[in-house]
């Protein structure tokens, strides 16, 4: 059996009602940013927290970095609880923040993993080479010295990392740690994670709400909306679940709009959209009874009315539709739940 890392068993927080001189005028509720959240991240695992702004991501990092208190239920991390042995589980853990401010801007990256670390008690000789090591690790080294406020919003990410290591903690949480990227310094920030921060011994939950991140980091995800977790589990098992159909793309040229229209009518076609483009083709976006096998015959009947394939492929459902789904289905219940009997 796999060790678990992390786990919360009926994990719920509510923020108070509004309280102070505006609570005489305005009675608001009380929020509930997660509700019985029953989670389990293993040893090793690069685990994604998926969901918009808003749906409790954030929150959970919080719980699990024992910087709040949760309402009810039970955090561990390395199986220690946040609130009874809030000390030990800062001491097992490492944090890393989408908009990192809290280095010293006039001190170098050296000298702020220095001070960190003595903030650790980790001994000088030791925090020296700790720290060397780890602004190596991120790419850093040649750049150890200079000031943090030359850097730039990747290499400040980097460094957050490198501060996050200083500890080599058990578990590794980043809280949308490529937010304020650019496409590329983001792509070379994942990269480092998934190479050279995972490392198959330490654990890493990253809460993102950008798909395509977790798609390339992450072993397993969970959705989260409204405080609650949809789904979790291995990505592919997730698409295999959710999507029920399948769909194709194939590109033809040679053929007229009434020829195409035609296929929609081949067995196993559920629904067919012939898009024209700029190279005089057409993109043909098919959906089919999942084991129909209708791909070989729409290709023959294409070759056979004198038209030219250039490009056939399956198309699978991406995060975004993935989670879109989940969404709509939640959004349906409760409609449901409000109609009287």
């Known amino acids: 059996m796999r060790e678990v890392a992390i786990e ?70 390395a199986g220690l609880d946040v609130v009874r042995e809030s000390l030990a589980v800062r001491r097992r853990i490492g944090v890393v923040y989408g908009d990192e401010r809290s280095f010293y801007w006039r001190l170098s990256a050296l000298e702020n993993l220095l001070f960190y670390a003595a903030l650790y008690g980790i ?45 080599d903690p058990d578990v590794l949480i980043m ?28 654990t890493v939950l990253i809460a993102t709400n950008i798909m395509a991140e977790a798609e390339f980091l992450c072993d397993r995800i969970a959705f989260i909306a409204r405080g609650e977790l949809q789904l979790t589990g291995h990505i592919e098992q997730l698409r ?6 399948e769909m194709y793309e194939v590109t033809v040229s040679g053929l007229g709009q009434d020829s195409l229209e035609g296929l929609r009518h081949l067995p196993g076609v559920d629904s067919l ?48 539709e993935m989670f879109a789904l989940i969404v709509e289905k939640g959004r349906q219940e409760r409609a449901q739940e409000r109609v009287p009997a």
């Open 175 to 202: 809280d949308e740690p490529t937010r304020s990227l650019d496409p590329i310094a983001a792509l070379e920030l994942r990269r480092l994670v998934k190479e050279r921060v995972a490392d198959g011994r330490r």
């Open 273 to 320: 959209r012939a898009v024209p483009d700029e190279a005089g083709r057409y993109r043909l976006e098919v959906r089919a009874r999942r084991g129909a096998a209708v791909l070989p015959a729409i290709v023959r009947r294409l070759v056979e009315a004198g038209g030219d394939v250039w490009s056939c492929r399956q198309r699978q459902l991406t995060l975004e």
């Open 8 to 77: 919360t068993r009926s994990l719920t927080m509510r923020f108070p009602q509004q309280q102070g001189w505006q609570a005489l005028f305005r009675r608001e509720p009380g929020q509930t940013a997660l509700q019985d959240v029953d989670l389990a991240v293993y040893r090793g695992e690069i685990f994604g927290l998926l969901g918009p702004n808003g749906a409790g991501k954030t929150t959970l990092v919080r719980v699990l970095s024992t910087l709040v208190v949760p309402t009810a239920g039970q955090a561990l991390v």
């Open 123 to 167: 001994p000088s000789r030791e925090a020296h080479r700790r720290a060397w090591d780890l602004l190596d690790l991120v790419g850093l080294a040649g750049s150890a010295h200079l000031r943090m406020h030359h850097y730039s919003s990747g290499m400040r990410q980097r460094a957050a990392i490198a501060r996050g290591l200083l500890n």
């Open 240 to 245: 295999d679940l959710l999507q029920g159909d």
